[in-house]
Structures are given as structure tokens and as C-alpha cells.
């Protein structure tokens, strides 16, 4: 069974830093691109970023910009995403998702979601 | 940078058809994807490259896309279908939403 799960959320304050973390199983992890997807409290999907196969190419959304990074472990079957500079409007829930692996750009499997929280 | 448009909310009766739409310049030149997601749980693909179904997704929903305006269409709405839909694009190597659309079985 194709499984995502994240982890590494939580309670930080204004300036602080955190990372995710999102456990893949059930699929050839190496093969596939992989993204972050965020939601905030009550409001809709917004993309976050991406990263190739390899973990040599990387996007990200204007937002997080030179504040957050993507990045991944093929041998840990893991990735990842180091947010710093915390703001209060980067709460919310964090989806990591699978791309699809024909270049379509869909996500065809997400996690359960893992909260962040950013309060004094 | 590129921006969907949906309706906040969409109403449909038992057993008939309902449309969400998502608007956006020239979407129908772009691959356009749907989700469905329920309170509380993960976003789950329901239509992906238009008007393709996932493996286990039921021969109700189903999509369109031209000009506009891409549509996903539920036929024989059923309790179970209320949820919110996103539509999504990619453009410019970042993923795009749209707002998201609230559907009520009445």
C-alpha cells in the first residue's frame, strides 16, 4: 500500500525554525518528484514546493522563498522540509503529496497532514 | 502569476447533477486536476489530465476543459459526495489552486 506520513509539527513561536518530515512506503520513493502542500485553518490548498527525483532541482512558492527548503533522503525513503523565520501566516497543515510520474503534474497520493502552529 | 477562479459553494439535489466550475486564461490548454476533500481528511485525486478517473474513483464524476473554463461534473450526487473540490494547474514550474468549492447535497 502506498503510504505517506508526516511528522514534525507543532507549537513555535514568531522567528523560530522547524522541520517536517514525511515518511513514504509502499512505492519506488526514488523514482517519483515530491511536494509540499499547505493548508491554512478554514481556507483552501496552496502549493509549496517541489522537488525532483534526485533532490537536485528545487521550486518553491514566492511565499517561503529563501525561507524554506526542500529536500530528500532516498535511502531513508524521506522527505523533508526545513522551514525558518517562522511567520504567523505559515500556519497551518502541511500535505506532503506525490507527483505523478509522467510529467502531468498531479499530486496522486497525499499524507494525513501534519500542523504548525506559529504563536508568541 | 496564474489564478483559478471557482464558486464558493455549489447546492444539488439528491440524485441530480452538479457542476463546479474553474475558471481561468485559456485553462483549456492546460492539464487541469480535481480533488475532493472531507472534513478533517487529506485531499484525495478524483480527476486528473482533464476528464481522466483514478483507479477506484466512481464513473460519476467526470470532467471537461475548454477555453475558460474547466468543469467537473458529478452526476447522481449522493450524501457522501459533499465535500470541497479544488481544481489545480500547473504553470510557471509552481502548482496553482483554485479557491475551492463547497458542495451541499441537499
Known amino acids: 500500500e502506498v503510504q505517506l506520513v508526516e511528522s514534525g509539527g507543532g507549537l513555535v513561536q514568531p522567528g523560530g525554525s522547524l522541520r517536517l518530515s514525511c515518511a513514504a512506503s509502499?512505492?519506488?520513493?526514488?523514482?517519483?518528484?515530491m511536494d509540499w502542500v499547505r493548508q491554512a485553518p478554514g481556507k483552501g490548498l496552496v502549493w509549496v514546493s517541489r522537488t525532483n527525483s534526485d533532490g537536485s532541482s528545487t521550486t518553491y512558492a514566492d511565499s517561503v522563498k529563501g525561507r524554506f527548503t526542500i529536500s530528500r533522503d532516498n535511502a531513508k525513503n524521506t522527505l523533508y522540509m526545513q522551514m525558518n523565520s517562522l511567520r504567523a501566516e505559515d500556519t497551518a497543515v502541511y500535505y506532503c503529496?506525490?507527483?505523478?510520474?509522467?510529467?502531468?503534474?498531479?499530486?496522486?497520493?497525499w499524507g494525513q497532514g501534519t500542523l504548525v502552529t506559529v504563536s508568541s | 502569476s496564474y489564478e483559478l477562479t471557482q464558486p464558493l459553494s455549489v447546492s444539488v439535489a439528491l440524485g441530480q447533477t452538479a457542476r463546479i466550475t474553474c475558471g481561468g486564461n485559456?485553462?483549456?490548454?492546460?492539464?487541469v486536476h480535481w480533488y475532493q476533500q472531507k472534513p478533517g481528511q487529506a485531499p484525495v485525486l478524483v480527476i486528473y489530465r482533464d476528464n481522466n478517473r483514478p483507479s477506484g474513483i466512481p464513473e460519476q464524476f467526470s470532467g471537461s476543459n475548454s477555453g475558460n473554463t474547466a468543469t467537473l461534473t458529478i452526476s447522481r450526487a449522493q450524501a457522501g459526495d459533499e465535500a470541497d473540490y479544488y481544481c489545480q494547474v500547473w504553470d510557471s514550474s509552481t502548482g496553482v489552486f483554485g479557491g475551492g468549492t463547497k458542495l451541499t447535497v441537499l
Open positions: 509502499g512505492f519506488t520513493f526514488s523514482s517519483y518528484w
Open positions: 503529496a506525490r507527483s505523478d510520474r509522467a510529467g502531468y503534474n498531479y499530486f496522486d497520493c
Open positions: 485559456n485553462i483549456g490548454t492546460k492539464n
